[in-house]
């Protein structure tokens, strides 16, 4: 045997001669592929690189990669070079911030690292469960009361909204935090005071339309402050065939 079994390395020969050859490349092959970052799994041509850069080549491929699709492109002195995955290899995609496992069905994400939404399971047609936690920080408080940029997406089934006070609320003495029509769905008299926090947790219910947070001062109008609002949700994603 030449080459080991998993990865390809190559193997030192009995009394052969230049030994730092084979060594070498099998180091470098080593530092392609243990600890895999892929920097992008969608391009066709090889983009301008550094030394260390790693691709995974998309099919169709041209140029330099002509021919390598589905492999794995090191760059490194000016050079690429190509490794195939092998079973249960993982991958961190750096531009899509997740993790990627090698199966006998292909290339299948893992799941976003601590990302604001993540799928957690994902059928072959592209169906997915996402859990989300998306957050914004409503500043200048003026008014009666202030919406959220951020909405709870239809077709949402939201769990809480969360709050926390990040600069003292004036004006106010306290504030509701809820949705047009339920004031306070999500909190009632939440704390003015910066530090101030709330967990509005509710029964999980389904929205059925884009739909934003609204904050409403009590005891007067907000004159300034500053409130996080985090949505928790649960969002599926319909079947893409």
Same mark, same amino acid.
């Given at each position: ?8 390395? %190559? ?33 066709? #041509? ?20 002509? /021919?390598?699709?589905? =492999? ?21 995609? #750096? ?15 893992? /799941? =976003? ?54 600069? #003292?609320?004036?004006? #106010? ?7 047009? /029509? ?16 709330? =967990? ?11 739909? %934003? ?29």
């Amino acid at each position: 045997m030449t080459r080991t079994a998993r990865l390809n390395l %190559p193997l030192i020969a009995a009394s052969q001669a230049q030994k730092e050859v084979t060594h070498n490349e099998a180091l470098a092959r080593l530092d392609a592929l243990a600890h895999l970052t892929i920097l992008d799994r969608d391009l066709t #041509a090889p983009p301008a690189a550094g030394d260390g850069d790693t691709y995974l080549v998309a099919g169709g491929a041209s140029g330099t990669w002509a /021919g390598q699709d589905g =492999a794995i492109a090191s760059h490194a002195d000016g050079y690429w070079t190509f490794h195939a995955p092998v079973l249960g290899l993982l991958a961190y995609v #750096a531009d899509e911030g997740t993790l990627a496992v090698f199966t006998a069905a292909g290339w299948r994400n893992y /799941g =976003a690292l601590l990302s604001e939404v993540a799928t957690v399971s994902q059928s072959a047609s592209g169906a997915e469960s996402r859990i989300c936690t998306v957050e914004e920080e409503v500043t200048g408080l003026s008014g009666a009361s202030a919406l959220t940029s951020i909405v709870i997406p239809n077709r949402a089934i939201v769990f809480g909204v969360s709050t926390r006070t990040t600069e #003292a609320i004036t004006g #106010a003495s306290s504030f509701d935090c809820g949705i047009a /029509g339920e004031q306070s769905k999500f909190g009632g008299a939440l704390g003015a005071a910066a530090g101030s926090t709330n =967990a509005g947790v509710i029964g999980p219910q389904a929205f059925y339309a884009d739909t %934003p947070v609204r904050l409403t001062a009590n005891g007067g109008p907000f004159t300034g402050g500053a409130v996080k609002v985090v949505l928790h949700y649960f969002l599926p994603v319909v079947p893409g065939a």
